[in-house]
């Protein structure tokens, strides 16, 4: 299979990296306090939330897809750069962010207080993304040897299984208050993600198009889940069950879509900068909102807060792209 640009993959990792800086813009904001927020306000922000957190299975079906239906090589020995960039991520973004937080705190700090931020994710920057991923990077290999040698339907059941013991089985428990002994980790539905995304990144568009009618039902059905939390103010993290629902329709609807859509100049050069993105974000989330004091919940939210979304997404893009002109940066780095 050759190797050429998934016009689907860079609108998924562009709009979920838009997704993410919404979500973080408005959580932050929210958090920030110093005005009254009504009931209503209240359940409008636990739905918007459910759905903007889609963005983060979304992010791991395009990796896995990615790595394992790209006709790519993931061996152990090809994914050690992929590996290593992103230790390099954690420790240098790590430091950096803690020491702008400290610095702008004015808090003091030492070695040991900087080593123990960066491993327990007390910086300014959201680095549990990153240590998930190189989780993940290390099950790759193993996701693209099993997906060589395994027929769809074997690919499918053990992607069910992953599904049922790290979504299904921990909600439904939750639901009716049993709290089982043991229970997969978390970590069981990146790899879920990862191998749905190799799955439907390898199927042929003649055949999912024929299933286009179960894909919109799945998008309505995990739309309706995520407003029905929302409206119970609960908080969804990224292995609830309608999350992973939406997550997977809307991938395979988006594959659907750029089937018979064009690419345009810059967009695989625009997607290739969305983990830098999610990267450096926060940093200007928390600028705004604590070093200049500004905080766009205090004024018509409706409007304030996706422009400011907007401009730390442009000013973030901004960012690593002038960052990547740097050798070691695109080398090492982003």
Same mark, same amino acid.
């Given at each position: 299979?050759?190797?050429? @640009?998934?016009?689907?993959?860079?609108?998924?990792?562009?709009?979920?990296?838009?997704? =993410?800086?919404?979500?973080?813009?408005?959580?932050?904001?929210?958090?920030?306090?110093?005005?009254?927020?009504?009931?209503?306000? #209240?359940?409008?922000?636990?739905?918007?939330?459910?759905?903007?957190?889609?963005? *983060?299975? /979304?992010? #791991?079906?395009?990796?896995?897809?990615?790595? /394992?239906?790209?006709?790519?090589?993931?061996?152990?020995?090809?994914?050690?750069?992929?590996?290593?960039?992103?230790?390099?991520? #954690?420790?240098?973004?790590?430091?950096?962010?803690?020491?702008?937080?400290?610095?702008? !705190?004015?808090?003091?700090?030492?070695?040991?207080?900087? =080593?123990?931020?960066i491993f327990q994710d007390n910086t300014w920057s959201h680095m549990w993304y990153l240590y998930?991923?190189?989780?993940?990077?290390?099950? =790759?290999?193993?996701?693209?040897?099993?997906?060589? *040698?395994?027929?769809?339907? !074997?690919?499918a059941v053990f992607a069910g299984l992953l599904l049922f013991f790290a979504s299904v089985y921990p909600y439904v428990c939750g639901m009716i208050g049993f709290i089982p002994a043991r229970i997969l980790p978390v970590s069981g539905?990146?790899?879920?993600?990862?191998?749905?995304?190799? =799955? /439907?990144?390898?199927?042929?568009?003649?055949?999912?198009?024929?299933? @286009?009618?179960?894909?919109?039902?799945?998008?309505?059905?995990?739309?309706?889940?995520?407003v029905w939390e929302?409206?119970?103010?609960?908080?969804?993290?990224?292995?609830?069950?309608f999350l992973l629902l939406l997550a997977i329709s809307l991938f395979a609807q988006t594959k659907l879509w750029c089937d018979e859509k064009e690419s345009f100049p810059g967009m695989g050069k625009l997607a290739g900068n969305m983990l830098g993105v999610y990267i450096i974000h926060p940093v200007f989330i928390h600028i705004c909102v604590k070093v200049l004091r500004f905080n766009p919940q205090l004024y018509l939210p409706v409007l304030t807060v996706p422009l400011t979304a907007a401009a730390i997404y442009a000013l973030s893009v901004a960012t690593v792209c002038f960052l990547r002109k740097i050798p070691i940066v695109r080398r090492c780095l982003l």
């Open positions: 299979m050759g190797r050429k @640009r998934q016009l689907y993959l860079d609108w998924i990792k562009v709009g979920g990296a838009g997704m =993410i800086v919404m979500l973080h813009t408005m959580s932050n904001t929210m958090n920030a306090g110093g005005f009254y927020v009504s009931d209503f306000r #209240i359940q409008v922000w636990y739905v918007l939330h459910q759905f903007l957190f889609t963005a *983060v299975p /979304l992010f #791991i079906m395009a990796t896995g897809a990615g790595f /394992l239906s790209t006709g790519r090589s993931c061996g152990y020995r090809d994914m050690g750069r992929h590996i290593a960039r992103i230790v390099c991520c #954690i420790l240098f973004f790590g430091t950096l962010f803690y020491v702008v937080r400290m610095l702008v !705190e004015r808090n003091p700090f030492g070695p040991a207080d900087l =080593i123990l931020a998930r991923l190189l989780g993940l990077y290390f099950f =790759i290999p193993l996701l693209w040897a099993f997906m060589n *040698v395994s027929k769809l339907w !074997e690919q539905t990146w790899l879920f993600c990862a191998l749905a995304g190799g =799955i /439907l990144g390898g199927l042929p568009v003649e055949k999912m198009r024929k299933y @286009r009618g179960l894909i919109l039902a799945g998008i309505m059905a995990g739309l309706g889940g995520v929302g409206m119970r103010q609960t908080v969804m993290s990224e292995e609830h069950p």
